[in-house]
């Protein structure tokens, strides 16, 4: 199994939206700039104080936009460990792509690309006792309650699927088929199903659950797989 880090396009996609953050701020200082100083020399402050408050929302805004864009993280650490236990399980006709993050398509745990189709991972890192009921998670507290918890995994999973279908087929593969799993890989999670609307696994059982759903049958040809791979990873 190929397993790849897209680090070069995350790192392009960090430096556009910090080079988006700067300009939106340096344009809302110099609107701030104007509306300052038609209320320091006018009588009328309604268009000055308009400004200065557009100014103002615009460069908070560019600031939260530029601060994104440092802060994208290169690298996923719990898709690695997911990335180890396929690898010992999967041949060189799967390839594993690890934090995901592309213009149009937005950000995903990670990608496996195989003769089945495209399986979406949205991979949980935290220690617990939990229960998914459809869509729903519930978690176990201190006192041994069942509590719903405000974790969206297998919502965030799907929204990725169908973001990346959509990506797909912008580029001519709408006939790849797309999958869900959500994964929770630390040693102290604990998961129970209840009718989930997403296959979900833990470390010791993903290989069992990806057999049971995403690698029924072969569904996508190599030179499909080669493509998918080159849209996504780039």
């Given amino acids: 199994m190929q397993n790849l880090n897209p680090v070069r396009e995350v790192q392009r996609?960090?430096?556009?939206?910090?080079?988006?953050?700067?300009?939106?701020?340096?344009?809302?200082?110099?609107?701030?700039?104007?509306?300052?100083?038609?209320?320091?020399?006018?009588?009328?402050?309604?268009?000055?104080?308009?400004?200065m408050g557009l100014g103002l929302l615009m460069t908070l805004g560019g600031s939260a936009v530029f601060v994104r864009g440092l802060s994208l993280r290169t690298e996923n650490e719990?898709?690695?460990?997911?990335?180890?236990?396929?690898?010992?399980?999967?041949?060189?006709?799967?390839?594993?792509?690890?934090?995901?993050?592309?213009?149009?398509l937005g950000y995903i745990d990670a990608v496996l690309v195989g003769p089945p189709g495209a399986l979406v991972f949205r991979i949980h890192d935290q220690p617990g006792i939990f229960v998914n009921e459809g869509a729903d998670w519930l978690q176990k507290?201190?006192?041994?309650?069942?509590?719903?918890?405000?974790?969206?995994?297998?919502r965030e999973c799907v929204a990725d699927v169908f973001a990346l279908r959509a990506y797909l087929a912008k580029r001519r593969l709408a006939h790849v088929p797309v999958y869900a799993i959500v994964v929770f890989v630390h040693p102290a999670a604990s998961i129970t199903a209840r009718q989930p609307s997403v296959p979900i696994a833990d470390l010791r059982s993903l290989i069992d659950v990806m057999r049971g759903d995403y690698m029924r049958q072969a569904r996508i040809d190599?030179?499909?797989?080669?493509?998918?791979?080159?849209?996504?990873?780039?």
């Fill in 13 to 51: 996609r960090g430096r556009d939206l910090a080079i988006v953050g700067a300009l939106v701020i340096l344009l809302g200082l110099i609107i701030g700039g104007i509306g300052l100083l038609t209320v320091l020399l006018f009588s009328s402050p309604t268009f000055g104080l308009g400004a």
């Fill in 78 to 104: 719990p898709a690695k460990v997911v990335a180890q236990v396929l690898g010992s399980a999967l041949g060189s006709e799967y390839t594993f792509i690890r934090n995901v993050s592309r213009r149009g």
């Fill in 141 to 154: 507290g201190n006192d041994g309650v069942l509590r719903l918890t405000r974790l969206n995994l297998t």
């Fill in 222 to 234: 190599p030179a499909t797989i080669q493509a998918t791979v080159k849209a996504i990873y780039g």
